[in-house]
């Protein structure tokens, strides 16, 4: 069982920057895809940012495309996701998600291919 908890989130203005984190725990040994998604209030959740085992490949989303920077520590069983230049419709829930994957190079922005997901971490732009 794979247990994903979020933190960093808050409130920012316009413009400024926070810092997600991730902290897995379970099954650490097993090589895993991760993800952040988003949700904002009547909005479908929305991934913004994937990254595959051992950080071969990441993918990003249009919208975070230049702004947001997806890490992972495997070290700590971390995964981060920082954020710069913070917008208004940058407002939503965010979620920790990640899936077991062999492949170097697997990554997704579809919450349909995660299994565990965290309770997620709220920001708010204003």
């Known amino acids: 069982h794979v247990q994903l908890v979020e933190s960093g989130g808050g409130s920012v203005q316009a413009g400024g920057s926070l810092n997600l984190s991730c902290s897995v725990s379970?099954?650490?040994?097993?090589?895993?895809?991760m993800a952040w998604f988003r949700q904002a209030p009547g909005k479908e959740r929305e991934g913004i940012a994937s990254?595959?085992?051992?950080?071969?490949?990441?993918q990003y989303s249009d919208s975070a495309k230049g702004r947001f920077t997806i890490s992972h520590d495997s070290t700590e069983n971390t995964l981060y996701l920082q954020m710069e230049t913070l917008k208004p419709e940058d407002t939503a829930m965010y979620y920790c998600?990640?899936?077991?994957?062999?492949?170097?190079?697997?990554?997704?922005?579809?919450?349909?291919?995660?299994?565990?997901w965290g309770q997620g971490t709220q920001v708010t732009v204003s």
């Open positions: 998600a990640a899936r077991f994957s062999g492949d170097y190079y697997y990554t997704s922005l579809q919450h349909s291919d995660y299994r565990y």
């Open positions: 990254i595959s085992r051992s950080s071969f490949r990441i």
């Open positions: 379970g099954q650490t040994d097993r090589s895993r895809t």
